[in-house]
């Protein structure tokens, strides 16, 4: 037999025994195989590191909040689950979209040419109002030509800011609210590649806005939390932009005089396969030969849908670490 001992731990059968909890099924999970087996590891991993002196870097990719996860981020900022978020700029225009009280509808996907002539957007399933849209850009181009121009600001500051906008008027708190609330900074490396952006080039035809961007601040700051934590973890939702950002961070500390070490953990939830090469579908393993990801790093991917994926692994941290929520979290302060 081989010294890695290969049938060491047979598996678990699963039976359905109520009144089982949330997190005493993901748990029986952990004994059986594939995505479940996954699922299974990756709560207990954000569980670790939840315990530990671990600082959370979340990444969030792909439609979540039209898909109505917007909560469940909220949730995570406001327990402090994590202690910074990196996102695209789509998910965040949909965070205000609902926070000044506007919605999205289930839906069906087809019959597009009819939606566009009704004056409604759809995102696969889900649809929402193409002038409700507008307003948010409005919003967004009104907010941006507020802003005093003289200094630059890079998108920590700016979505600080936007949040401490929205906390005084959102009719229910979401992501940016609580964000700003919690002390949690949000970076958005793309935030031009977004209905952000376009209100952005608005406020600068409509309100002359001369507003500046101070991208290098933002990658100072990222690096910075890597480089002042006792040890690093990530939880990633698909790949993009997201991804990287919070990934080559890690290997930059030497900026602040730091090793690199890369993230002690990580876990990642995604669709996407390796093979075609692209970042949404990139292992951990991979990330190894960069020095991303630590030698000896605790990882797990799970193959699954966000949507399902990630309330069922938030629903079990919420019942299993109840009495140390809401966490204290590691606060590292920025300039």
Known sequence: ????????????????????????????????S???????????????????????????????????????????????????????????????????????FQGQPGHDE???????NRVYDTLLRAGE????????????????PERPVGTREYLHLLGKELSSQARAEGILASAYKNGVPIFCPALADSVFGTALAAARIKYGCELKWDLAQDVLDIIQLCAQAPATGVVLVGGGTPKNFIQQASLCVGLFGQVVRGHKYAVQITTDSPQWGGLSGCTFEEARSWGK????ARTVTVYADATIALPLIVSALAERCQAILPRKGLAIPLG
């Open 133 to 148: 849209l507008e307003q948010g850009e409005d919003f967004i181009a009104r907010f941006s030509a507020r802003l005093p």
């Open 293 to 296: 990801v630590a030698k000896g």
């Open 1 to 32: 037999m081989a010294s890695h001992e290969p049938l060491k731990t047979p598996t678990t059968p699963l039976s359905i025994c109520p009144p089982w909890s949330l997190a005493q099924l993901l748990e029986r999970m952990g004994g059986t």
């Open 34 to 104: 594939f995505q479940a087996r996954n699922l299974s590891r990756a709560s207990r991993l954000w569980e670790e590191m939840l315990k530990g002196e671990t600082f959370i870097f979340f990444g969030l990719a792909g439609a979540m909040v039209p898909a109505g996860m917007r909560p469940v981020i909220a949730y995570l900022i406001q327990n402090r689950l994590i202690d910074c978020l990196v996102s695209t700029g789509a998910n965040l225009f949909h965070d205000l979209h609902e926070s000044l009280g506007f919605y999205h």
């Open 114 to 120: 009819d939606l566009r002539q009704a004056g409604l």
